[in-house]
């Protein structure tokens, strides 16, 4: 099956400075790249997702690129903000028997200091 | 609209006891999920259900059951509680297998 790594385990950053955070996967018919922000205490929330038919997507302050040759993608926060502490997970659709799940990757703990 | 709901929000059992977590969901979503989270762990499936009256196995499932009467809720139960079972446990549906998960806010166990 599906093997996602997630790469820092924690990240701090100077408020305004960006914030990068990289997950690899290994079976290359992955094709969905969801990232979910979770603060403390609560749900993990959708924030951003990538399908394998493009390269990178951007939403206002994040960003997210695809290399499906290296089978690695990123989260790129810009401009980082205090709200933007959080756990960061990333998740690569994978196939399992007869079944599309995801596997996610062990989180990245952001700490923006202000 | 509340999305996916979990009860209760937080228990504490001694070894040996049962209890049943629930989950509700009002998006009509054929797809359910019952993760755990261990610390530096990520989410980790228990089991996972595709629809009314189904339910399969996900990546850690025992020590688990579940149960899918109803398209809208998803039943996770324990039957004999054990300190290795503490963590935080999350509901999520979906559409389908491969579209968007919502989550639930969650249930913190804690098994002494």
């Known amino acids: 099956g599906e093997n996602v790594e997630q790469h820092p385990s924690t990240l701090s950053v100077q408020e305004g400075d960006s914030a990068v955070i990289k997950c690899t996967y290994s079976d290359s018919a992955s094709n969905y790249f969801p990232w979910y922000k979770q603060e403390l205490g609560k749900r993990p929330q959708l924030i951003i997702d990538?399908?394998?038919?493009?390269g990178e997507k951007k939403d206002q302050r994040i960003a997210v690129t695809l290399n499906k040759t290296a089978k690695h993608f990123s989260l790129h926060i810009t401009e980082t903000q205090p709200e933007d502490s959080a756990v960061y997970f990333c998740a690569a659709l994978g196939r399992s028997y007869n079944f599309n799940k995801f596997y996610f990757g062990s989180g990245t703990k952001l700490n923006v200091k202000p | 609209n509340a999305g996916v709901t979990q009860t209760p929000k937080f228990r504490v059992l001694k070894t040996g006891q049962s209890m049943t977590l629930l989950c509700a969901q009002d998006m009509n979503h054929e797809y359910m999920y019952w993760y755990r989270q261990d610390p530096g762990m990520g989410l980790r499936l228990i089991h996972y259900s595709v629809g009314e009256g189904t339910t399969a196995k996900g990546e850690v499932p025992d020590g688990y059951n579940v149960s899918r009467l109803k398209k809208q809720n998803f039943l996770l139960g324990l039957e004999s509680a054990a300190p290795s079972q503490t963590s935080v446990y999350f509901c999520?549906?979906?559409?389908?297998?491969?579209?968007?998960?919502?989550f639930g806010p969650g249930t913190r166990l804690l098994v002494l």
């Open positions: 990538i399908r394998s038919n493009v």
């Open positions: 999520a549906s979906s559409f389908t297998s491969g579209r968007t998960q919502y």
